[in-house]
């Protein structure tokens, strides 16, 4: 079982930064992507950004909507995963979910473990 806490959301302008901690039990990046995900109100929750270590080689994707302005990073001696949000935008607005899985998409069906979530506000 693997254990997922976020941390780091808040409210800020636009054009601000927020940085997300997601802190997971156990070495769960050998094992698993590890992604995050967003869900504004009304809405599906959808794809962020994910990270997957295999081979010495870190591999990441994003969704365009965010691309050139988020960045996943993880500490593996810290258990953690990091998102980096700059230059947000008031549509960035939503509930951030931190992931894992044996992911090799970004579809939430293909990530196994969940934490509760951070919000993220950014205001106009």
């Known amino acids: 079982q693997v254990q997922l806490v976020e941390s780091g959301g808040g409210l800020v302008q636009a054009g601000g930064s927020l940085r997300l901690s997601c802190a997971a039990s156990?070495?769960?990046?050998?094992?698993?992507?590890m992604g995050w995900f967003r869900q504004a109100p009304g809405k599906e929750r959808e794809f962020v950004a994910r990270i997957r270590w295999g081979g010495g080689i870190t591999y990441r994707y994003y969704a365009d909507s965010v691309k050139g302005r988020f960045t996943i990073s993880m500490d593996a001696d810290k258990n953690t995963v990091y998102l980096q949000t700059n230059s947000l935008k008031p549509e960035d607005t939503a509930v951030y979910y931190c992931a894992a899985g044996p992911a090799y998409s970004g579809s939430p069906q293909d990530f196994d473990f969940w934490g509760q979530g951070t919000q993220v506000t950014v205001s106009s």
């Open positions: 156990g070495r769960t990046f050998s094992r698993y992507t």
